[in-house]
Nanobody, 128 residues
Framework: QVQLVESGGGSVQAGGSLRLSCAAS????????MGWFRQAPGKEREFVAA????????HYADSVKGRFTISRDNAKNTVALQMNSLEPEDTAVYYC?????????????????????WGQGTQVTVSS
């Protein structure tokens, strides 16, 4: 079955960096747009970043643009999120997700409801 396993979360002070990774298995990884989402306590899950099946297109939420970078390695079935200049407002559980865009004209997906598979999440805590 499909599995998405996130790693790399932790606690960091404001201004610091973390790198999240997501390892995918059980799917044809290069068919999928990969996204990162986050959910803070009491808030809805929100889009953070996404990358097209071949890595040629990326899209970021305005709140993380210029600070976060999404990348993927189709040979290793992994997607990463490099997070720099972290702020306390970035504190949340971060989720990796996969959306099959093989038969779609859309290469980047942002609504969480459009994604087919989700990881279990990894906690990121940024202290001031």
């Amino acid at each position: 079955q499909v599995q998405l396993v996130e790693s790399g979360g932790g606690s960091v002070q404001a201004g610091g960096s973390l790198r999240l990774s997501c390892a995918a298995s059980g799917l044809t990884f290069s068919n999928y747009c990969m996204g990162w989402f986050r959910q803070a306590p009491g808030k809805e899950r929100e889009f953070v970043a996404a990358i097209s099946w071949n890595g040629g297109t990326t899209h970021y939420a305005d709140s993380v643009k210029g600070r976060f970078t999404i990348s993927r390695d189709n040979a290793k079935n992994t997607v990463a999120l490099q997070m720099n200049s972290l702020e306390p407002e970035d504190t949340a559980v971060y989720y990796c997700a996969a959306d099959d865009t093989l038969s779609s004209v859309v290469v980047i997906t942002t609504p969480p409801g459009e994604y087919d598979y989700w990881g279990q999440g990894t906690q990121v805590t940024v202290s001031s």
